[in-house]
């Protein structure tokens, strides 16, 4: 289904796309856990989903999650955790420059 989901992405078939990257997220969940690696993957790659849909505060919001407990679980020297950081404060930077 992430595969599927990234296809759709690169087709510019967002909707598409956004729904199965939420089924992802929703199943890696429910099978296992918050806190699993894999859900903390799916979850921000939704929230870049998101911002490619110019959905910039949902897509924060996630984001901020995602680094919260990618920290967490992995620690904040992993290399999850530092790319999801990364992005987050480029992503902030550019909210402030717009004055959002």
Do not use: Y
């Not at 997220?25 to 790659?45: I, S, W």
């Not at 920290?71 to 717009?98: C, I, R, Y």
């Amino acid at each position: 289904m992430a595969n599927l989901a990234s296809i759709f992405w690169s087709q510019r078939l967002l909707k598409e796309a956004e729904d199965l990257e939420v089924r992802v997220m929703e199943t890696r969940k429910r099978v296992l856990g918050d806190k699993h690696p894999d859900t903390l993957g799916a979850m921000h790659n939704l929230a870049f989903m998101l911002k490619s849909q110019s959905r910039d505060q949902d897509a924060l919001i996630l984001l901020r999650t995602c680094v919260r407990m990618r920290t967490q679980v992995l620690g904040g020297q992993h290399p999850d955790t530092e790319s999801s950081l990364e992005t987050l404060t480029e992503w902030e930077m550019e909210n402030v420059e717009l004055g959002h």
